[in-house]
């Protein structure tokens, strides 16, 4: 498994395991939606003393895994000395680029310093992908960056965004990438933060879900018959028929577990900004400074990075306040609720809540209302509306978001939340809150489902058993 995979001690003991590093805000592409609005140096970057201090700071806490990322991280002159560090303390490194200007030689410079893995991102076909990304050339750039690791044995992954204009080429983009020889494919959705804001069309739409699952659900299989595993990034999901199939190579449990910012997961600022998510806004979620703080003191101390460790269920608001999962979910990703909303503890962006209001003959529709003002890491603000399934003539009603501030710090506590893992309905494969005998969802027994599904899978495994005798003969 990987180093970031996640254990109940790391749970018990908010154990930040894995780092996401911005390098540098320096960026050599112009994506319509990047939320960091990267381009130029970040005023005070970090220098490379203070960058390797960071790094042994990281691993006296015990982080496993440090992923670079920019803007760009190889624009940062010492990016192969940082990465050396890395693995001189015994961290996996990995990288997320955009592949403009990933040479041959670099990569080769990466390996040899110790780089484990690196992902590429790629938006959609050629043409959406330059448009997207702001630079003709851009995707040609990207498959032959994958090119590079592939022949020299980097492990390569293909992150994709996706946009309302992506979705309809997800099948050709996976068959795309693994010609190319990408292993594996994280898919996220498009957040309104940054230049995002700024083009809202390219929102995908919280009703859209209902089409787009159903779609992941069929390139799994094609994926995996192609040697690509699809992962889901944070943001995608929750629950529902097809949450039980990608969720393992991230979590023992195999569902989604909460967000897990602050709690095993560290984000890092080119500044030495430090907050619980990379992707969370600066405002309001900075626990502080390297150059003040040590983060060993943040992590214990800073509210801003406590806030999913102390996050109870009555700071859930709007539908996500009485979901059934609740308890396990906790709204889901908090990156995409506050910057909707200007506060998390609500968020659209869940195929369960998506299928329970179809049943009702509703929708969930996101409006921009005011703009962001054009700094790194902003928000604008959004309103949530609640329509007929048809977006047709009938009653709406917009959500309204109640007032929000971070919790007190509570640095008493001697253990912290491990999330419940929850048994599958194998009648409709949906999960289900331990000790539920009927399920919610198609009102199956469970214990009468799983016992035929174990019956069902020991048939099979015989059969298997069979098949291999006979061949072995």
Not at 74 to 88: C, G
Request: hydrophobic fraction near 40%.
């Amino acid at each position: 498994m990987p180093q970031r995979y996640l254990h109940d001690e790391d749970y018990l003991h908010a154990h930040p395991v894995h780092v996401v590093w911005e390098l540098t805000l320096a960026c050599n592409l112009k994506c319509l939606h990047c939320g960091s609005r990267a381009g130029k140096v970040r005023p005070g970057e970090l220098s490379t003393e203070e960058a390797l201090d960071v790094v042994r700071q990281l691993a006296a806490l015990g982080v496993r895994a440090i992923s670079v990322i920019g803007g760009e991280a190889y624009l940062r002159r010492d990016w192969i000395e940082i990465i050396r560090a890395i693995t001189d303390h015994g961290i996996e490194a990995g990288m997320q680029t955009g592949g403009r200007a990933l040479t041959e030689e670099k990569v080769v410079r990466a390996k040899e310093a110790g780089l484990r893995a690196c992902g590429v991102s790629i938006d959609g076909l050629a043409d959406l992908h330059d448009e997207l990304r702001g630079v003709k050339g851009s995707f040609a750039s990207a498959m032959e960056a994958l090119g590079h690791l592939k022949r020299h044995g980097i492990p390569s992954g293909v992150n994709t965004q996706i946009t309302s204009r992506t979705m309809p080429q997800l099948r050709n983009i996976l068959h795309a990438i693994a010609a190319a020889g990408a292993t594996n494919w994280q898919i996220q959705l498009t957040v309104a933060m940054g230049n995002a804001v700024d083009h809202p069309e390219l929102l995908l739409q919280p009703y859209e879900l209902l089409d787009l699952m159903p779609l992941l659900d069929e390139l799994y299989d094609e994926a995996a018959s192609m040697g690509v595993l699809i992962q889901p990034g944070n943001n995608i999901g929750y629950f529902g028929p097809y949450e039980h199939r990608w969720r393992l190579a991230d979590h023992e449990e195999g569902h989604w577990q909460g967000c897990m910012a602050g709690h095993a997961v560290l984000g890092i600022e080119a500044d030495g900004t430090i907050k619980g998510c990379p992707s969370l806004p600066t405002v309001g979620f900075s626990g502080g400074n390297v150059r003040d703080l040590s983060i060993a003191d943040m992590w214990k101390m800073s509210s801003a990075l406590r806030f999913s460790r102390d996050r109870g269920l009555n700071d859930l608001w709007g539908r996500c306040g009485d979901c059934y999962y609740a308890d396990v979910c906790r709204a889901g990703c908090t990156w995409t609720g506050t910057v909707l909303f200007g506060r998390p503890g609500n968020n659209p962006y869940c195929h369960y809540r998506a299928l329970k209001l179809a049943e009702q003959g509703l929708r969930e529709r996101i409006v921009k209302t005011a703009d962001a003002p054009g700094r790194s890491f902003d928000e604008g603000k959004f309103d949530l509306i609640t329509e007929p399934l048809d977006g047709g003539d009938g009653p709406r009603s917009v959500a309204v978001p109640p007032p929000w501030t971070f919790r007190d710090v509570q640095v008493a506590r001697e253990a912290d939340r491990v999330p419940p893992q929850l048994p599958l309905c194998r009648g409709c494969n949906q999960y289900v809150l331990e000790g539920t005998e009927s399920c919610p969802h198609c009102g199956s027994d469970i214990a009468a489902e799983a016992t035929q599904y174990a019956e069902n899978l020991a048939t099979l495994y015989a059969a298997a058993e069979k098949v291999r005798a006979l061949l072995a003969q």
